[in-house]
């Protein structure tokens, strides 16, 4: 199943095509992605020139969309309306936000399903009200929202062949997700938020309580425990979406790998120190070179 990209936008389809615009000075989605201070930021430097344009436009409006539903002025229903709008103009060629100007020529050349901006704002509205998730079936739906659409939409950007690296794009982002939620659980809990399922806490015996805390100075063996199970669940979907990857689309997903291979070392850190409290933590930067110089290495020699 082929994928080819479509060069060149000029605000309306059907207009002839004409050269990309240059990065200097940076685009805003450049900027908006490298202030956000995403790892991610490094995986898409390795892109192209047009893909990588198109992938900071798409990061760019998940960074947007979400920043209405956790800041504090955050616009919330109206800011998410807003911006589904934009992005449905986008695919009309018309544009009003200087960040849509960019995502439409990225939804022009690459064929970058509505759906998954669709599913991107959903999964943000859910967010808007603290809920609680009965199953890992509910929270998986929830990942599948706020992570595998913006997976689904990458592998358009980076060419797939393969109709199984759709998997591979769902299977990772649930992984991502899972991992994100395990590091965020102190921040989490100050907005009353709780991911994990409820029928995990009962298994382990853990209240809501003591997850929602965020301090957890005298964390209980129990919520460890409840904590590493969830981290083991999270890579075995990094093993999935591995073994869902065909080997012909490798080195088209380099990014994705170097995405995969950072938050997997991230999700091995925050065992090893047993879920620290406080600030988010982060990977030293020695720490994700060597991690993408190994990532890199394996993806270009096939294995």
Not at 95 to 103: I, S, V
Not at 213 to 222: I, K, L, N, Q, V
Request: glycine share 6%; charged share 30%; hydrophobic share 40%.
């Amino acid at each position: 199943m082929a994928r080819s990209a479509r060069r060149g936008f000029s605000g309306a389809p059907g207009a002839g095509p004409r050269a990309p615009p240059e990065e200097v000075p940076p685009s805003l989605a450049a900027r908006i992605t490298r202030q956000s201070g995403t790892s991610f930021y490094y995986a898409f430097r390795i892109l192209p020139a047009p893909k990588r344009r198109a992938i900071y436009a798409l990061y760019s409006f998940c960074r947007v969309v979400d920043d209405c539903v956790d800041e504090p002025d955050g616009e919330g229903e109206a800011g998410l309306r807003r911006w589904l709008e934009e992005a449905q103009r986008c695919y009309a060629g018309q544009p009003t936000t200087e960040l849509g100007q960019e995502l439409a020529e990225a939804v022009f050349q690459f064929p970058i399903p509505r759906a998954c901006f669709e599913q991107i704002v959903e999964g943000c509205r859910m967010d808007l009200t603290p809920r609680r998730y009965a199953t890992f079936a509910d929270l998986r739906a929830y990942c599948e929202k706020v992570a595998s659409a913006v997976g689904l939409a990458s592998i358009e950007i980076f060419e797939y062949r393969q109709p199984r690296t759709r998997e591979y794009a769902v299977e990772l982002g649930v992984a991502l997700q899972l991992t994100n939620i395990l590091r965020d659980i102190g921040a989490d809990g100050t907005r009353c938020r709780l991911y994990l399922p409820l029928e995990d806490l009962a298994r382990f015996g853990v209240d809501e309580a003591e997850l929602l805390d965020g301090t957890s100075a005298a964390r209980r063996p129990e919520v460890t425990a409840l904590l590493r199970f969830e981290a083991e669940r999270a890579r075995e979907h990094y093993v999935r979406a591995a073994a869902l990857l065909p080997a012909q689309d490798r080195r088209a997903m380099a990014s994705a790998e170097l995405m995969a291979g950072v938050y997997r070392a991230l999700l091995d850190e925050l065992v090893r120190r047993s879920f620290p409290p406080g600030p988010r933590l982060r990977l030293s930067t020695p720490r994700k070179l060597w991690v993408a110089a190994r990532t890199l290495a394996r993806v270009y020699a096939g294995r």
